[in-house]
């Protein structure tokens, strides 16, 4: 599968972005999939996962409840809604799929988009 980031930019402290990632390929909805995020000089971070049958997620406790992940199967492709966005939340952001297990690990997704930077300024 190939993953195509997109919705980054800049914005002010406290402000709102949809991040987007559209898969090509027929068997979309057999992936897990999650967003990651890495900043300047750090490693890459969880941020949110998305269950591939019963849609259930999971969010970095950085992000919980500021940050929304979901998926369309029908549009092979996952969002991540990000409000009460911080400067902290400046980054790349990555979207990951894997077919086999559902996963916090950046480490073991085997699929991963080309990233979209996120600037938040204070």
């Known amino acids: 599968v190939q993953l195509q980031a997109s919705g980054g930019g800049l914005v002010q402290a406290g402000g709102s972005l949809r991040l987007s990632c559209a898969a090509s390929?027929?068997?979309?909805?057999?992936?897990?999939m999650g967003w990651f995020r890495q900043a300047p000089g750090k490693e890459r971070e969880f941020v949110a996962v998305i269950n591939k049958s019963d849609g259930s997620t999971q969010y970095a406790d950085s992000v919980k409840g500021r940050f929304t992940i979901s998926r369309d199967n029908a549009k092979n492709t996952i969002y991540l809604q990000m409000n009460s966005l911080k400067p902290e939340d400046t980054a790349v952001y990555y979207c990951a799929a894997d077919p086999r297990q559902y996963s916090t690990t950046y480490s073991f997704y085997v699929y991963w988009g080309q990233g979209t930077l996120v600037t938040v300024s204070s």
């Open positions: 390929g027929r068997t979309f909805s057999s992936y897990y």
